[in-house]
């Protein structure tokens, strides 16, 4: 494997100052996080300009359009970056919480605190808004960070990790906490998770090639985010001018991310209503992969394969299937999802409290698109990414997921016997 200074200089950096940032009040990381607000809708123009260069190269290497809606920048996406970084600075501060507080009978004060975890290292692939987001809630959370993105979105991130830097530049916040990775090479990546020296946590964020990458060969703990093979499971008693609108949101809305529905259950008592439903996404564009029952419901239907039922299309495609009971629906999740987000769209109470009680998921919705499995939908300001595992976060990993926490014991001069 091939070494590079820049990886190893940049985490040692990271890691000597990032040492204050924990210290910080809340005061002052919360300015600091609005000047780079401020900073981000200040340059605009240079922002759209590096995003246009990585568009270009990457469509003329023949990147898909799916590729290109998670590349491209606007206007409106720079702006909703600088709010999720306002939002992170308005929220509570994760460090220095008592989590738990306790006196024993020896006289011993116990006290749980949240801490920062040190420095955390993203890898992550053409999501330039990661970028943003990650940086304002690592360091609000009192940690430095260190951003490893695609090559594709090169240009992309490093206009915003400079303007970001000279923000930071004028307030108590080191700029030197925040830096990118700018080799290339697969090698830097590998170097990177070999740091356990200088990294206490890696969070891989895209697709399942990245994911179980990063899991199988880093020395650094990892936080898995997972892919989303989202289901939503229309029950018999399902209104259908609600299933039809969640169902064209979770899928059309924006299709290239995770939380995008990728799979339909349907139940058989529900299929009278089904061709309507089944209309509508064909006319957002949407390309329906059924099975045996749909297709002789609807014409244009394609046949679905095996492979279909697993797959997180994050495109205008939908695998769908026909049920005989909520029984059958989560039978079917349990064996294809990937413990992202699932979704049952019902009027029956009971079976939507099955359904959120037995289904194992990060997020369960009922009655609500998968499309708010969100950091800043939840409230979080923004997100790291979606954790899919169990230990030590589950769901949108926000800022206080991104803390662990100490013991602190007050004595008076007690000793153990």
């Not at 059924?290 to 697993?310: H, K, N, S, V, Y």
Request: aromatic share 4%; charged share 25%.
């Amino acid at each position: 494997m091939t070494e590079f200074k820049e990886v190893t200089d940049k985490a040692r950096s990271v890691k000597e100052r990032s040492r204050r940032l924990g210290l910080l009040s809340s005061e002052e990381k919360d300015q600091a996080l609005l000047r780079a607000a401020d900073a981000l809708e200040g340059s605009m123009e240079t922002i759209l300009g590096a995003n246009a260069m990585d568009c270009e190269t990457a469509k003329n290497a023949g990147a898909s359009d799916q590729f290109l809606d998670r590349l491209r920048l606007n206007e409106d996406r720079v702006r909703a970056m600088a709010e999720g970084v306002r939002q992170v600075s308005a929220l509570e501060d994760p460090v220095g919480r008592v989590l738990g507080e306790w006196t024993r009978p020896n006289g011993l004060l116990i006290q749980k605190v949240s801490v920062p975890l040190g420095v955390i290292a993203v890898i992550y692939e053409a999501r330039p808004n990661v970028t943003v987001d990650a940086a304002a809630l690592a360091l609000k959370a009192g940690s430095g960070i260190i951003l490893r993105g695609s090559g594709s979105a090169l240009q992309s991130n490093r206009e915003l990790v400079r303007v970001m830097k000279e923000a930071l530049s004028g307030s108590a916040i080191d700029p030197g906490c925040l830096e990118l990775i700018e080799e290339k090479s697969h090698d830097a990546v590998d170097q990177l998770m070999s740091l356990t020296d200088h990294l206490d946590l890696i969070i891989p964020r895209g697709g399942a090639e990245l994911i179980n990458s990063v899991v199988e060969n880093s020395r650094v703990p990892v936080l898995e985010t997972g892919v989303g093979n989202c289901h939503i499971f229309i029950d018999e008693s399902a209104d259908h001018d609600m299933a039809e609108k969640i169902v064209l949101n979770a899928k059309t809305q924006r299709p290239s991310v995770c939380n995008a529905c990728e799979s339909l259950l349907i139940h058989r008592n529900w299929l009278s209503m089904a061709p309507g439903l089944l209309r509508a996404l064909a006319g957002a564009g949407v390309t329906v992969h059924g099975d045996e029952e749909l297709r002789q419901l609807m014409p244009g239907i394609e046949e679905a394969a095996e492979e279909d039922w697993g797959r997180e299309y994050l495109s205008l495609d939908i695998s769908a299937r026909t049920v005989g009971s909520l029984d059958e629906a989560i039978e079917h999740i349990q064996r294809y999802g990937t413990g992202h987000t699932e979704c049952i769209l019902t009027e029956d109470e009971a079976n939507a409290e099955r359904f959120l009680r037995e289904v194992d998921a990060a997020c369960v919705n009922w009655n609500a698109s998968t499309r708010f499995t969100d950091g800043f939908e939840f409230g979080f300001g923004a997100e790291i990414g979606i954790s899919t595992q169990k230990m030590h976060a589950r769901g949108p990993v926000g800022l206080r997921e991104l803390t662990s926490y100490k013991y602190r014991v007050t004595g008076k001069g007690q000793v153990r016997n």
